[in-house]
């Protein structure tokens, strides 16, 4: 009697096969009766998957049919999940390549008024927001990171599980989580506005609104990676008679500082693209504003929004602009996360290389 485990096997790739006389099946007969994408695709996946447990189960047996069916559900959720990702970033980078040039991110954009010739020249640049956003950003982060590394070891180090602080801080970190980002925005001019007085625009107001935003994030992510440190490491640093101060600075965070610089990247991806609190607490600006504390600034995903939102007199040059901002801030996004990956490769333990 043959082994239930053992029986048949289907040719390697037999659910790309499968895959594909689907595709031109359903195709055939979508012509016929009037093709449409989304249903394409839609017949399509539904005939490859009857098909494929047929004959996996016809060849195989009834479990590799099952796990087949499962896997290829997997797949198809996980391009599902992508694709919005891929079609945003062949977008951007389509209608944003042609205006992302040397000129554009070195010199400030804006009208230009020529009194010998009575012309307005837009001159396109996106300067004042690359300034803008890594000033912006970078304060925030100077805020948000120490508070919410500082908070995830007392949760994790010092605090008691039962302990009223620690439920406290916990509550309301879930809280600041669900925040709405223009609330931050709202909070922090508020804020100033009480402080400083009416139309207190300034970017060290949109720093207090992203911290807002990035100290939950950072929390949660390094109270994570500070729990996956093994507690014998510990043991074993307290059994040689080391305090709980050197215990966390030589041995807990260097084991988890990975994750820690991941949790902070994630931080400040979440916050670098934010539009709405930046929009309220600092406004925005076609003039080169470098300090932080006084007047307006600018941000690149704030001037892709103004671009489409308030276009000047070349709405085509407006539109390119905000295209161009777009793509400039994923690929600062990307400079940023390659960054974090070399620095905690160099900072990582010798043992986890």
């Known amino acids: 009697m043959a082994n239930s485990l053992t029986t048949g096997q289907l040719p390697r790739f037999v659910e790309f096969y499968v895959l594909a006389g689907a595709l031109v099946v359903t195709g055939g007969a979508m012509m016929l009766m009037g093709f449409n994408w989304g249903g394409w695709i839609f017949l399509s996946l539904v005939v490859y998957l009857i098909v494929l447990a047929a004959l996996s189960t016809i060849a195989e047996n009834r479990r590799k049919a099952v796990d087949r069916i ?5 797949s198809i959720a996980f391009l599902l999940a992508i694709a919005p990702l891929i079609s945003t970033l062949v977008t951007i980078t389509m209608k944003g390549i042609g205006e992302l040039n040397w000129g554009f991110i070195t010199q400030t954009g804006g009208a230009v008024f020529d009194p010998t010739t009575l012309k307005v020249t837009i001159t396109a640049g996106a300067l004042q927001a690359i300034v803008g956003t890594l000033e912006i950003t970078g304060i925030a982060a100077l805020m948000s990171i120490p508070i919410g590394i500082l908070t995830s070891i007392y949760l994790v180090e010092y605090a008691r599980p039962n302990q009223w602080m620690a439920k406290v801080v916990t509550f309301l970190v879930d809280v600041m989580t669900g925040i709405p980002s223009i609330i931050a925005g709202l909070f922090a001019f508020s804020l100033f506005t009480l402080l400083v007085g009416p139309k207190a625009f300034s970017g060290f107001s949109a720093s207090v609104a992203l911290s807002v935003l990035m100290i939950p994030i950072v929390v949660r992510s390094c109270e994570e990676m500070l729990r996956l440190v093994p507690h014998d490491l510990r043991e074993a640093s307290f059994a040689l008679g080391v305090s709980r101060y050197s215990t966390i600075t030589k041995i807990v965070l260097p084991t988890a500082i990975a994750g820690i610089i991941t949790g902070v990247m994630l931080a400040i991806a979440r916050v670098i693209g934010e539009t709405a609190p930046i929009f309220i607490a600092a406004s925005f600006t076609d003039n080169f ?13 704030v001037l892709a929004y103004t671009g489409y939102k308030f276009p000047g007199q070349d709405i085509a040059a407006s539109n390119a602009s905000a295209w161009g901002a777009a793509l400039l801030l994923v690929l600062i996004v990307v400079i940023l996360n390659l960054i974090a990956r070399i620095v905690a490769r160099a900072f990582a333990p010798k043992g986890a290389r």
């Open 289 to 301: 504003n470098s300090n932080p504390f006084s007047g307006p600034m600018q941000t690149l995903p």
């Open 70 to 74: 499962v896997r290829s559900l997997v």
